[in-house]
């Protein structure tokens, strides 16, 4: 999820854990320990585009991490406020608060390598990695709570409505994700299509509009729903695999066709264009419905310069051009059935 997410996500827990001994502090902290997994994007520059891809939300997203990171914090901070607050209330504010991080980025598209070291992302692929239905209420919740005195009970009651507002947004989710992917092979036999290997993703800042993605041996093919709307099978975009292309390849040093394969969950297009080899990780979808059918080209991607056959040069694709283009009222009305 987004930083303003993590940061009220690790706020509430630290006000929940130890809001009535430590004031606004428990908050402040909490919110530090909510955005510490996040500090290994300062690592990524030191790898391929394709690897930093793999070590974002790697150990640090672990449980592994909070199970080393915590104690260690909590010792410090035992120490540094002279033993005012028990050592216990410490670890728990820091273990929850750095554990809870990637345990919300499991519902996104992206996952986390919770289990790390095992190779495996876990991901539910059930919320959007900004959702303001998410954060803004469960931030608003955690805001009337820290702007009431710590001795009354109602503050408690303010921070657990926004605790317990994720928690039931997030199970949403899932439950609606798990309903349209069911019906998604209906949906695209209705445009006379047998498919395979669908996957459903919330679209951009909302769980009530949602991409499916299914394929056949040659392409992809993204459908959209909306809750409040029936599926359009006349409204599907066509993508060409083109997978042969990274076949002819070959890098300079470490190969990385089987890390783009996992980065992307098998979910990736190719396109050349000159010197330039253009891999598109479908799971983000397109910019069709973002921009008004204006431009189409898949939100996330990766560029490979490829001279005689070798990948000289990696680079993550800019998303400018389809910034610039955005429709936020065609893509209103299409969230809400129009």
Not at 215 to 227: I, N, P
Request: hydrophobic content about 45%; some cysteine; aromatic content about 16%.
């Amino acid at each position: 999820m987004d930083s303003l997410t993590q940061i009220v996500l690790g706020a509430a827990v630290g006000e929940a854990i130890a809001g009535r001994k430590m004031g606004a502090k428990a908050a402040l902290w909490g919110a530090v320990g909510g955005t510490i997994p996040d500090l290994d994007v300062f690592l990524t520059r030191f790898y391929d585009v394709f690897q930093s891809a793999l070590v974002h939300r790697g150990f640090s997203h672990s449980l592994l991490f909070a199970l080393i990171v915590s104690p260690i914090l909590a010792w410090i901070f035992f120490r540094l406020y002279r033993k005012r607050y028990d050592f216990r209330t410490w670890y728990l504010l820091w273990g929850l608060a750095i554990v809870t991080h990637p345990m919300l980025d499991m519902f996104t598209n992206y996952g986390t390598q919770f289990l790390w070291p095992l190779p495996y992302r876990i991901t539910f692929n059930s919320v959007f990695v900004i959702d303001p239905l998410y954060t803004l209420p469960f931030m608003i919740c955690l805001l009337v709570a820290l702007f009431t005195k710590r001795e009354k009970r109602s503050r408690f009651r303010w921070n657990m409505a926004g605790i317990m507002w994720s928690c039931a947004y997030l199970v949403w989710g899932v439950v609606v994700k798990l309903f349209i992917l069911s019906e998604t092979p209906t949906y695209f036999s209705q445009s006379g299509l047998k498919t395979s290997n669908a996957m459903v993703t919330p679209m951009p800042l909302t769980s009530c509009y949602w991409l499916l993605l299914t394929e056949d041996k040659q392409h992809y093919y993204v459908g959209y729903k909306s809750l409040f709307a029936e599926f359009d099978p006349d409204n599907i975009q066509v993508i060409e695999k083109n997978h042969e292309l990274l076949q002819g390849i070959r890098w300079k040093g470490k190969d990385l066709t089987v890390q783009i394969r996992y980065l992307t969950n098998g979910y990736y297009a190719l396109r050349q264009s000159n010197d330039t080899l253009y891999c598109y990780d479908l799971r983000f979808g397109t910019s069709k419905e973002l921009t008004n059918g204006k431009i189409e080209t898949p939100i996330m991607g990766y560029g490979m310069i490829v001279e005689k056959g070798v990948v000289q040069k990696s680079f993550r694709l800019q998303r400018g051009e389809a910034m610039k283009a955005l429709n936020f009222g065609h893509y209103f009305d299409k969230v809400i059935g129009k």
